[in-house]
């Protein structure tokens, strides 16, 4: 399961049926969880914590120390769940001290190649990470968000639960959950309705989030006064409340 051509520091925890293929470098302090495939080419180095069945594709990097000037060698990590994909090139850096001390990345996510996830990122579950798509750091990723191929983020920028960003789009402002964003600066196009459907919501919770788009975006409202009225809609608090609390912890504000 291990090639004789890798190379694995004493200190690296690699879990059961781990496959680790030829020229891979695993530092010490890494922890690999079960079932994991660590292709050819491949640099983990730590603290880095991995879990269960995830695989990592050829000379992807896991686990750097961040080019943050402010960084100076702190012991802080990067901690990744289960059931990913992390293709080819990717780079993941760790946290600093200035924030978490770490960059986390949740479940069942794709993270195709040549992606980077800045320092103190934190990236949920479900989520689809295209070609090239840049993170800086500090940016929050929620649940089944989509970001196309070359999409650039920048520091401390939130995308919402269920969010679709659009090829070679600029975010310098938070994206709410459900909205669809496009250009450079990226603006609010509509909501994702495709995604959405493909996810399982009804046609009448996605009618929801559609009058909340429009209210959000489409009556000249303030922001507040838009936020006023889609929290007094008791009957469809549940389907809104991600979009509403994406809103709410805003510290750059939303496209608009």
């Known amino acids: ?16 049926n ?12 890494v922890e690999i969880g079960d079932d994991c495939v660590i292709h050819s ?3 983990i180095k730590g603290p880095t914590r ?3 069945d995830n695989q990592v594709f050829q000379f992807a990097t896991l686990g750097e120390a961040t080019p943050d000037l402010k960084y100076r060698d702190e012991p802080t990590e990067l901690v990744i769940g289960d059931h990913n994909r992390i293709r080819e090139g990717v780079t993941i850096h760790r946290g600093t001290v200035q924030d978490k001390g770490e960059t986390r990345i949740g479940n069942h996510n794709l993270i195709m190649a040549y992606v980077h996830i800045g320092h103190d990122c934190v990236i949920g579950d479900h989520v689809i990470l295209v070609n090239n798509a840049s993170l800086a750091g500090h940016v929050l990723v929620d649940d089944w968000a989509f970001l196309s191929g070359y999409t650039l983020v920048h520091q401390h920028v939130n995308v919402g639960a269920h969010a679709f960003v ?12 459900y909205v669809m964003a496009t250009g450079h600066p990226a603006v609010p196009r509509t ?8 996810r399982g919501f009804a046609g009448d919770q996605i009618k929801v989030i559609q009058d909340a788009y429009k209210t959000l975006y489409r009556r000249g409202l303030k922001l507040e ?6 929290e007094a809609n008791e009957a469809c608090a549940g389907v809104l409340a991600p979009m509403i609390d994406s809103i709410r912890r805003s510290s750059r504000g939303i496209i608009r």
């Open 1 to 16: 399961m291990i090639d004789p051509l890798a190379k694995i520091d004493p200190g690296a925890r690699l879990g059961r």
């Open 18 to 29: 781990v496959r680790v293929g030829p020229w891979s470098y695993i530092d010490a302090d």
């Open 41 to 43: 080419h491949v640099v």
């Open 50 to 52: 991995i879990g269960r």
């Open 166 to 177: 659009g090829a070679a789009a600029y975010l310098n402002q938070d994206v709410p959950a």
């Open 191 to 198: 909501v994702n309705r495709i995604g959405l459907e493909r």
């Open 225 to 230: 006064q838009a936020l006023a009225e889609l």
